[in-house]
């Protein structure tokens, strides 16, 4: 598996660390946002992680546990990339959307900002449930010029415009248990 990699590109001591700070970051936020709310103690129940399967696994597993609030998942399941390919054939939603999200404070999780397609249409569709804050938090944010207009509240790593798999990416399915990202060979597609 590793042979398919032309590099290595972010290890996996480097995502650790932030994968920490990101969790640090977000819990402090949640938190002020609960303040500035006048919220009771107990209004930290209103927290939802929005993951989008399958991308976001790993990513979703390791922030998770930084959170040191209740929280709840609602996950949704979105493909882009069908089959053997490296260029997106657009989003489409596979699973049903979590649907008590009014007044919720929303934070949907993805393994990447690529084209903004995925995110910037579970966004919409999150939003139209009127949830009390809606964030974006991804683990890599690429280099791109966006077809749809989305940034992350949250990024880890800004990355250059190259193909990546490891740490729950994948190319037609594989590669998705390697703990650090690299950036795949052409000839491993
Ligand atoms: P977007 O819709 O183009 O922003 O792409 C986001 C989705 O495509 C993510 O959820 C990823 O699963 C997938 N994706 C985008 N770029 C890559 C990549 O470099 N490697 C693996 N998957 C990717
Ligand atoms: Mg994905």
Same mark, same amino acid.
């Given at each position: 598996m590793l042979h398919d990699l032309e590099r290595i590109l972010i290890d996996r001591e480097k995502i650790a660390a932030r994968v920490h700070e990101m969790g640090e970051q977000i819990a402090r936020d949640m938190v002020e946002e609960l303040q500035a709310e006048g919220a009771?103690? #107990?209004? &930290?129940?209103?927290i939802v992680l929005v993951p989008i399967m399958v991308g976001s696994v790993i990513f979703l597993a390791d922030l998770m546990r930084e959170l040191p609030m209740k929280l709840s998942l609602g996950l949704v399941a979105v493909s &882009?990339? *069908?089959?053997?390919?490296?260029? &997106?054939k657009g989003a489409t939603i596979r699973s049903e959307l *979590?649907? #008590?999200?009014?007044?919720k404070h929303v934070i949907i999780i993805d393994d990447i900002l690529d084209s903004g397609r995925t995110l910037g249409l579970v966004k919409s569709l999150i939003m139209e449930q009127a949830p009390a804050s809606c964030r974006v938090c991804v683990l890599l944010d690429k280099q791109v010029d966006r077809a749809v207009e989305i940034q992350a509240d949250y990024a880890g790593f800004e990355i250059p415009d190259a193909f990546v798999v490891g740490y729950g990416l994948d190319y037609d399915g594989h590669y998705?248990?390697? *703990?650090d990202i690299g950036v795949l060979k052409v000839e491993a597609t």
């Open positions: 009771s103690a #107990d209004a &930290s129940e209103r &882009s990339y *069908p089959g053997a390919t490296v260029q &997106s *979590p649907s #008590d999200i009014k007044g998705r248990n390697l *703990p």
